[in-house]
């Protein structure tokens, strides 16, 4: 009992465990205090906390395998080796095949803007004149739909991809292995944001037949384009290369530039092919989305691999991959962007969240970089400081920090790289993303910009099994 006397007789020092306000208080009355930043595990739930003591027995495989899979994605190196045709060299590409972004879905359940997508694509394919021949053939169950994902490709918004379209071909040096992805349109009335119509058809075909032969053969010319190199260095100049590409743009058309003004082609294709470039800041993101495709893909199979492959959305649903996971899917319902509107829409216009785009957070970039690009927030929303903080945070949910990819505001420390889904689970953290915002109504495009929240739920079935297929 003298004991505790003596305690309160003494100056009092607090740490502070719970609501801030406590401490608020003690300090008005002068008492010094310490304020705990301590949260519950998994926020709290019972069956996710107990999840996580069955992982903590196998700590060691999960540790040594998330090592070997951060120091892969380090080591990769993604380069352009050419240019060619979906049916062509997308691994089980098919004539009657449409691919879309996300997880798998079904013309019943697919969202306007994907909806609005394949019409565009079966008129572009020549399969259908009007969409209104275009919709009664994509829900006539003649047409197959399967994920970018499934095929070693991506697709930005809708993501579709026909055909006959001619596809980027990125391979990553170290491990051997290709990822595809169609050439950007540009912004507004664009196909990938569910835009179909005369206008759109035209610039397919321009893309098609002067566009990507061009292209192609000033890469056949010049050699492989190294893209790890075009992103560390343009990442220095205010790009994330996922919403932001104004830099890596500029620097891939002067890579090219030379081998353009070499080719023997008509002057004026060659001055449109560089007028289109210039004039579309997103250009790269069609090069960063497979860049990153090709470095995660040689993770999937990994045992005990907890490190996030993929995470992607449809419109209608947010799935992801895990490397211990293979090719099995985790998914959730798409959620609405919140962001900036064009004049005339508003957020009720919105498509709930679409794209493979968010491969660039996999692989170290996009909403993880977005530190490096706090020119940003004026197209998605937000504040400089905002920028800062969304990077700081994703440091929390990865297992490494990017030796290429690096962020001179934070005096060059590499970004956040390799999304660790039990560091997700734990710390109740979901990952950032910024992103494109298409209207929901078929036909319309883009309507604007934001950023969004994906669902736990898709990360939290993932570790369930993940956890449960531990032995």
Not at 264 to 282: E, L, T, Y
Not at 288 to 309: N, Q
């Amino acid at each position: 009992m003298n004991k505790i006397n003596e305690l309160f007789k003494k100056e009092l020092k607090v740490l502070n465990l719970g609501l801030e306000s406590f401490k608020e208080n003690l300090e008005k009355e002068g008492v010094e205090s310490v304020q705990i930043d301590w949260k519950p595990p998994a926020g709290g739930d019972p069956e996710l906390i107990k999840l996580l003591s069955r992982t903590d027995s196998f700590s060691a495989q999960i540790k040594e395998a998330n090592e070997n899979a951060v120091k892969m994605i380090l080591d990769s190196r993604p380069v352009v080796t050419g240019v060619g045709k979906a049916i062509d060299d997308i691994p089980g590409m098919q004539e009657d095949m449409i691919l879309h972004a996300g997880p798998p879905v079904e013309w019943d359940r697919m969202s306007g803007p994907t909806r609005g997508a394949v019409i565009g694509a079966l008129i572009y394919e020549g399969r259908a004149s009007t969409p209104e021949e275009a919709e009664k053939l994509a829900s006539g169950g003649k047409i197959k739909y399967e994920p970018c994902h499934e095929h070693s490709a991506v697709g930005p918004m809708a993501g579709v991809v026909s055909p006959r379209m001619p596809v980027w071909i990125i391979k990553n040096k170290t491990f051997g292995n290709n990822a595809y992805c169609p050439f950007n349109e540009g912004l507004g009335r664009v196909l990938r944001y569910g835009a179909y119509g005369e206008e759109v058809n035209n610039r397919l075909k321009w893309m098609e037949s002067v566009l990507a032969p061009i292209i192609k053969k000033v890469v056949e010319k010049k050699g492989e384009i190294d893209l790890k190199n075009i992103i560390s260095q343009t990442v220095h100049m205010g790009d994330e290369c996922h919403n932001r590409n104004r830099a890596s743009t500029s620097f891939f058309l002067r890579t090219i530039a030379a081998g353009l003004f070499d080719l023997d082609a008509p002057k004026k294709d060659i001055i449109d092919v560089i007028n289109f470039i210039d004039g579309n800041d997103h250009f790269f993101l069609n090069l960063s989305m497979p860049a990153m495709k090709s470095t995660v893909d040689p993770l999937y199979g990994i045992e005990h691999c907890s490190i996030v492959t993929a995470m992607c959305r449809n419109g209608t649903d947010f799935g992801i991959r895990i490397a211990a996971g293979g090719s099995k899917w985790f998914t959730g319902r798409a959620q609405i962007v919140d962001g900036l509107y064009l004049p005339g829409y508003k957020k009720e216009d919105a498509s709930r969240d679409i794209g493979d785009s968010t491969i660039t957070e996999t692989g170290g970039i996009g909403g993880f970089a977005m530190a490096a690009a706090p020119a940003i927030v004026q197209f998605v929303g937000g504040s400089a400081d905002d920028a800062l903080n969304f990077t700081k945070r994703m440091y929390e949910i990865t297992d490494t920090e990017n030796d290429t990819y690096t962020i001179p505001q934070l005096n060059f420390r590499g970004t956040p790289t390799g999304i660790n889904l039990l560091k997700i689970i734990e710390k109740n953290i979901l990952p950032v993303i910024n992103t494109g915002i298409a209207h929901k109504t078929p036909g319309i495009g883009m309507v604007g910009a934001g950023l969004v929240k994906p669902p736990k739920k898709a990360f939290t079935d993932a570790f369930k099994y993940f956890a449960g297929n531990l032995n």
